[in-house]
């Protein structure tokens, strides 16, 4: 039989035979038929383990033809494929399960092929494709499980036909892409997440790029994107539980916001105002949020961008804003959540309404009946349309209503109550009509 037909397909147990030689023997051999289909389906690596060997898969070349590690099981311990080599016949380490340790593709090298990672799972590991090149073929760990170890695909490059995390699993660990490139489509979309830190600072994304995290947002402490840079659509998705890092990013297409929002971490900065004197807990979330506004903006997303500058100016308020502004910053946010609430001054407009029948009728000097006595609901009907008048003065008819009033309680010399009165109640009026006046606004900005 012909060489290029003996090994026209390598499988277990001729395949583990090889590879037990070694490097070299394995290098050698696969040299001679370059297009050899190299398949391990459901080899037991862990039986390959010797008083805590790793299993070593470094600077393996695997030749031209289809790579399979399918349903391969590597048992606890260290793996590593550092600097190894795959062609353009496709890989799959689709159900490959590794235990606890440290997993290891750092410098692989793969061709154009399909890449499959599905369904894959690795331990409590460190779990590290550090300066891959992943070549041009579609990439997918589908419904697969990261453990709690470190994810790093640092300085990785993706080719253009894209990479998807859809349904993956993810533990606690930290998750980094930092200087990664990525010429086609990212799809992070998580069945199940207890990530807090995911880091794609400096990152290059050429294809549109998905992070919806509906599931293990709230638990992310750290999501930075600083100095990111984004060719294509972007997508955020979640409840975060922190301030996303967009400070350095560049956002050139379409960026939707429609399902996403953060929550500002704040702690209170003296204990007996513990609500009024909350302080954001990091000093930096002010320009993040700015930054966000920044997006939101460019995405025409009035909505997003009123959020966000709301978010701003608490995370500034105690911190960067002067004692005073940061009171007038409280009583903005509590009397209408930053122009935000159209409700919240209505109903406080209603109530200083109130509260000027009452003092106008309280305060009244003239009697309003021929013997000298108080008709108190008679007082307090002439009151109400006093301050009626006074609360909108603007509308000619209102403010002539009030007139009668007026002298009815206070006689021809109003003195010097009704002025302080008058005055007060209609500065205060006038402010909760701006502030009605700006919630109209916001809500039907077009």
């Known amino acids: 039989m012909a060489d290029d037909e003996e090994w026209a397909l390598l499988n277990d147990p001729q395949v583990l035979i090889l590879w037990r030689k070694g490097r070299s023997a394995w290098n050698s051999r696969i040299a001679k038929t370059p297009e050899v289909v190299i398949d391990f389906f459901n080899t037991d690596f862990s039986l390959e ?11 393996h070349w695997f030749g031209k033809g289809k790579v399979s590690f399918w349903e391969a099981r590597f048992g606890d311990g260290d793996a590593s494929f550092d600097d190894s080599q795959f062609g353009d016949g496709g890989v799959s380490f689709r159900g490959v399960q590794f235990g606890n340790g440290r997993v290891t593709f750092n410098r692989a090298r793969f061709g154009a092929g399909e890449i499959l990672f599905k369904d894959i799972q690795f331990g409590s590991g460190t779990v590290s494709f550090e300066m891959v090149q992943f070549g041009a073929g579609p990439i997918s760990f589908r419904a697969g499980q990261f453990g709690d170890g470190q994810l790093s695909f640092n300085y990785a ?16 660990g930290e998750v980094s892409f930092e200087g990664a490139r990525l010429q086609g489509n990212l799809t992070i979309a998580p069945l199940e997440s207890r990530k807090t830190i995911w880091s794609f600072r400096d990152c290059s994304f050429g294809g549109r790029t998905e992070f919806l995290l509906e599931s293990g947002a709230e638990a992310v402490t750290q999501f930075d994107l600083r100095g ?23 956002v050139t297409h379409h960026v939707d916001l429609s399902e996403f929002s953060v929550t500002l971490r ?19 979330d002010g320009a993040r949020l700015r930054r966000l506004k920044e997006i939101a903006e460019g995405a025409k997303d009035h909505q997003k961008a009123l959020e ?28 209408s959540n930053y122009g935000q609430s159209i409700m919240r001054p209505v109903l406080w407009l209603v109530s200083v309404f109130g509260l000027a029948t009452l003092l106008f009728a309280i305060a ?73 006046g700006l919630g109209l606004r916001n809500r039907f900005r077009l």
Do not use: C, M, Y
Not at 49 to 59: E, K, T
């Open 308 to 335: 966000f500058a709301a978010d701003e100016n608490r995370a500034n308020r105690w911190i960067k804003t002067g004692k005073l502004a940061s009171v007038l910053d409280l009583a903005f946010s509590g009397f």
């Open 266 to 284: 704040r702690k209170p900065k003296w204990k007996w105002l513990p609500w009024l004197s909350k302080v954001a807990e990091d000093k930096e």
């Open 157 to 172: 490059e993706f080719g253009d036909k894209g990479v998807s995390f859809q349904d993956t699993k993810f533990g606690t």
């Open 364 to 436: 009244a000097t003239a009697p309003l009946q021929p013997d000298g006595t108080v008709d108190w609901w008679q007082r307090i009907d002439q009151s109400s349309k006093l301050a009626l008048s006074n609360s909108v003065p603007f509308l000619q008819q209102i403010r002539e209503l009030g007139s009668l009033p007026r002298k009815a309680l206070f006689g021809p010399d109003p003195g010097w109550r009704f002025i302080a009165i008058a005055g007060l109640h209609g500065f205060i009026s006038f402010v909760f009509l701006f502030l009605i």
């Open 228 to 250: 990111a840079r984004f060719d294509s659509s972007l997508t955020l998705r979640g409840a975060f539980g922190s301030v996303p890092d967009f400070r350095r990013s560049k």
């Open 49 to 59: 383990r010797s008083g805590g060997q790793g299993i070593n898969f470094d600077a």
